[in-house]
């Protein structure tokens, strides 16, 4: 069964893609979704720059588990990245640590926010975004903590092309020895084609790893050229220990769907194939990038969205091939949703995503116990009528939490299994 989405988006069109700053609007008399809009006004002991550091006053909180079940969490205070940790899944924390000792301007919002990973010894990681002066330019940097959390590296940048242009939207994977494994979306290859009097859709995909802990990169490389320029993508780790990346890809005819390619090796991508067929053909950027979970049993999980004339809403699909094919989509969620997120662990696997009402920012969740082939009917965990920042889906192992943050209050983890196992009514075959 589908759950069928209103949305109906009117592009404003005044050149190809976000890189001329492409708006893409609700259609009419939706009411336009103010409480979900990640530039909020400071207020309270936010608006005191001379506030110690906390959670409450970012407008983004990463979440992630060690091996332990050691909750860790990752945010943006005053141009500064800080990391704590939590013994009791979030109801107290550690004292914060400072990772880039030197200030600077960090993209804390939305998909442009620090990630955090861990290995299996303990040593942290962590990618963000740093901003430079000319519009639309950034860097991706890296830092590492080998003690637990005590202290980071100085921070470093991953991209070795250094022009001041875009390179953005990073991914952070970590193998089962410590590769340390970052992807992202990169403008080289379009500003070289620029230089050259040639036309270029969109940007390209890079990447580059380290088989070290990150103490040292192999040079950057290049995954695919013409993907779209502001969506997410997203990066795993398969049951051979080799990486597998997912993102929206601009196809040929201008169709804006979703493409993954498994690595044979951690320094060689395979060939790419085409995950989703919605045929969403848009001279725009969507601004909305896929989801992807790889169970222990070596099962793919991906989520996305689509606005195509035929195919509009959230969709799930499964993969028993390694994603050389998936299964039927199931279509999910309601008019206003967005930022699908998907969490596989051992059988189970969970989606959760939010919508605005127009009025609250709800925070939906859906479940499957037998790998994504029935789901339960779709459940609200939560619903707040302040900004909200957008749920993720981590696990310390034995359950899967929703990780989200609501504007100037405290980081929240919410245990999905409060969520009652009800009837199975969405299916998927493969």
């Known amino acids: ?209 380290s088989d070290d802990g990150g103490k040292h990169f192999y040079p950057n490389k290049e995954i695919a050229a013409h993907t779209c320029e502001c969506c997410r993508l997203d990066t795993a780790v398969n049951k051979t220990n080799t990486p597998v990346v997912i993102w929206r890809h601009i196809f040929e005819g201008g169709i804006r769907d979703h493409a993954i390619v498994n690595f044979k090796n951690w320094n060689t991508p395979d060939e790419i194939t085409r995950l989703s067929h919605e045929n969403w053909q848009i001279d725009a950027c969507p601004h909305h990038g896929p989801g992807l979970s790889i169970s222990d049993t070596g099962s793919y999980h991906s989520v996305w969205f689509s606005n195509s004339p035929t195919k509009q809403g959230l969709f799930y699909a499964y993969s028993k091939s390694s994603g050389k094919n998936f299964s039927e989509p199931v279509n999910f969620g309601n008019a206003g949703a967005s930022h699908p997120h998907v969490l596989a662990l051992g059988r189970q696997v969970n989606i959760a995503w939010r919508e605005f009402d127009g009025n609250n920012n709800i925070i939906w969740v859906m479940k499957s116990a037998d790998e994504g082939k029935t789901w339960t009917k779709p459940e609200a965990l939560a619903k707040t009528a302040e900004t909200a920042d957008d749920p993720f889906l981590v696990s310390d192992g034995q359950k899967i939490y929703v990780s989200w943050q609501v504007q100037q209050q405290n980081f929240r983890l919410n245990p999905v299994d409060e969520i009652k196992m009800t009837q199975k009514v969405a299916h998927s075959e493969q």
């Open 1 to 209: 069964m589908k759950f069928h989405i209103l949305f109906l988006f009117i592009a404003i069109l005044t050149v190809t893609g976000c890189a001329k700053d492409t708006v893409i609007k609700q259609s009419e008399g939706a009411k336009k979704p103010h409480k979900q809009s990640h530039q909020a006004e400071k207020k309270g002991i936010c608006a005191n720059p001379a506030t110690p550091p906390t959670s409450k006053c970012s407008e983004t909180v990463t979440a992630a588990f060690d091996r332990k079940g050691t909750l860790w969490i990752a945010w943006v205070n005053n141009d500064h990245i800080y990391v704590q940790f939590s013994l009791d899944k979030g109801i107290s924390f550690s004292a914060p640590v400072k990772v880039n000792p030197v200030a600077e301007p960090v993209a804390a919002q939305g998909e442009s926010r620090p990630k955090i990973k861990l290995d299996a010894q303990g040593n942290i990681y962590l990618t963000w975004v740093l901003t430079l002066d000319k519009k639309r330019s950034t860097y991706i940097r890296f830092s590492r903590s080998s003690d637990g959390g005590k202290h980071f590296s100085d921070p470093v940048t991953v991209n070795d092309n250094l022009e001041i242009i875009r390179h953005r939207f990073d991914s952070l994977a970590i193998g089962k020895n410590g590769e340390v494994f970052i992807a992202w979306l990169d403008a080289r290859d379009g500003e070289a084609a620029k230089k050259a009097g040639q036309d270029f859709k969109g940007l390209s995909l890079y990447y580059a790893w």
